[in-house]
């Protein structure tokens, strides 16, 4: 397939950054074909487009990094995210790729393919907001709720790893678009209110900062979710590949669980910033 021969995981190893790049013109590609086929109803279609395109790419990816996880089935916390950096860059890049190409189109879009585009992430973005609100968030209650959440989507991000293979890779898009589309909001809200006569450039400073609010924390969540989607995917074309009683396999599964075991802490982590530090950068 085309789209398949642009980037081949040892090209992704090489150089993580080019994941980023064909994320974005994916993520791109995936919202006008969208919008294109599915003029109705396209804002699950492109999540589920993008997915479709990366798939290929990520099972060879996955499989690489469990034939490396043989070799070094005694590594342990610190030292295994060191080596499995390339591999967490590669999903990262894919995850940023998708987010800035969600934020353009959020950000700039007519309203009403703002609204057809995006019509399940506002759901969810406004479902959240209606939960919650400044000073209820920064509660005990709110940080219990946000924690709960978020040990959610990594049960759901290892689950469809392991079942799919790379199908996490749908987990991470849909996250990407929720938070881009959230970003993007912010940066439309704001741009709303120029006042023509003011200088455009003046009102640019709301794009770093959007990106901050939900970036600061986001980040954190991203990296734990990465961690749990590179595990699940492992586990999976590990049992491919042997049966469960080798001896190797469960050196696999020790090292899985120190991924999930680091995504667990960086996910309470994030929990503690999105109460503490988030809600203190204004837009």
């Given amino acids: 397939m085309v789209l398949e021969s642009l980037i081949t ?116 973005i406004s479902e959240i907001s209606s939960q919650f609100t400044r000073g209820y968030v920064t509660g005990s209650y709110g940080f219990q709720m946000i924690l709960l959440n978020n040990f959610k989507v990594l049960v759901f991000v290892i689950l469809f790893s392991f079942i799919f293979g790379a199908g996490a890779i749908y987990i991470l898009a849909w996250n990407a678009s929720v938070v881009g589309v959230a970003i993007g909001n912010l940066i439309r809200n704001y741009f709303s209110s120029w006042v023509p006569g003011t200088s455009f450039y003046s009102y640019l400073h709301v794009v770093p900062l959007s990106f901050a609010k939900f970036m600061t924390h986001g980040i954190i969540e991203v990296a734990a979710y990465l961690f749990a989607a590179i595990a699940g995917g492992i586990i999976s074309a590990a049992i491919i590949r042997r049966s469960l009683a080798d001896e190797e396999f469960s050196g696999i599964l020790r090292t899985c669980f120190d991924l999930v075991l680091t995504a667990s802490i960086l996910l309470i982590l994030a929990a503690i910033v999105e109460v503490t530090i988030s809600p203190m950068i204004l837009v």
């Fill in 9 to 124: 995981a040892r090209l992704a190893k090489n150089r993580p950054v080019y994941t980023f790049f064909f994320a974005f013109v994916y993520m791109n590609l995936a919202f006008i074909i969208a919008l294109t086929v599915f003029p109705g109803n396209p804002s699950t279609p492109a999540i589920f487009l993008v997915t479709m395109m990366f798939v290929p790419f990520l099972v060879n990816l996955l499989k690489g990094a469990e034939l490396y996880a043989e070799t070094q089935i005694m590594l342990r916390n610190i030292v295994l995210m060191k080596k499995y950096t390339k591999v967490f860059l590669i999903f990262f890049y894919l995850f940023l790729g998708a987010l800035v190409a969600t934020t353009f189109w959020a950000s700039l879009s007519s309203h009403e393919v703002y609204a057809k585009l995006f019509s399940s992430q506002i759901s969810v």
